[in-house]
């Protein structure tokens, strides 16, 4: 047995224990959601802005702000395109760090807002838009966002886009042409994660470059198998996050 043939035999263990609840039985953040209409344009919203100001902090904790923003009717109005893009900075900062979902007041309000500008000008108000004009491909989402990054920030980069088109594929109706394309989302459990596995080495996980490491070597891996690779995701997330508690 070589060395990719072992790693998949424990990814197939890891994937069955995650199916039993075998790794810690932790919901992921995003289940922290107001249970929205899958396909309403309201709920594809509440799972893009966030994911925007989802960086070196706890998930369960940005999730659980938004949530409660959302239940609130006058907080609400941040989900909306068009109501912030006419509300005035000081109330839109105060909505999103009163609630915690922004914890840098001057820099994630900005964020929030070019975002809502991006959707109000470039897809009509409607974010569903963008994958609409893409003919649902990831490969051209991606392409898009590219050539625009400055006009979705933090959105383009390869960690938040990869695990935002992931979310949006499990909790709205949005649906794919090339799913094989969302690469794993190589955040820091998922890094670890592939280092226990053996799929990249001590040192190469020091590397600034481990991100797109990762993800190619995912890629790789699965290549030919009934699993796309940001099917592992999840599972190398909870493993990872209950310090590998369960053995492979």
């Not at 594809?44 to 966030?50: D, S, V």
């Not at 569903?128 to 649902?136: S, W």
């Not at 040192?203 to 009934?226: F, H, N, P």
């Amino acid at each position: 047995m070589n060395r990719s043939e072992e790693i998949l035999q424990n990814v197939q263990k890891l994937m069955n224990a995650y199916r039993h609840g075998s790794l810690g039985g932790e919901t992921m953040p995003e289940h922290e959601n107001p249970q929205l209409e899958p396909g309403s344009m309201q709920n594809y919203m509440y799972f893009t802005l966030p994911m925007a100001l989802n960086y070196q902090r706890n998930s369960y904790t940005l999730w659980k702000c938004a949530n409660r923003l959302y239940a609130d009717n006058e907080g609400r109005k941040v989900f909306s395109s068009r109501e912030v893009c006419r509300m005035p900075d000081e109330l839109l900062r105060n909505y999103l760090v009163q609630s915690g979902v922004a914890l840098q007041p001057n820099k994630q309000p900005v964020i929030w807002r070019t975002l809502c500008e991006t959707i109000e000008n470039q897809l009509d108000g409607d974010i569903r838009n963008l994958f609409i004009r893409n003919d649902f491909s990831v490969n051209r989402i991606k392409a898009y966002i590219q050539q625009n990054k400055k006009a979705f920030p933090y959105l383009g980069g390869n960690k938040i886009c990869n695990y935002w088109l992931y979310v949006l594929e499990q909790y709205t109706d949005l649906s794919f042409v090339d799913r094989e394309n969302i690469t794993v989302a190589p955040d820091t459990h998922v890094i670890q994660a592939s280092q226990r596995l053996g799929l990249i080495t001590e040192q190469e996980a020091q590397l600034s470059s481990v991100q797109m490491i990762v993800a190619d070597r995912w890629k790789e891996l699965l290549a030919g198998t009934d699993w796309k690779p940001i099917d592992v995701h999840t599972p190398l997330w909870l493993w990872s996050r209950n310090k590998f508690k369960v053995s492979i």
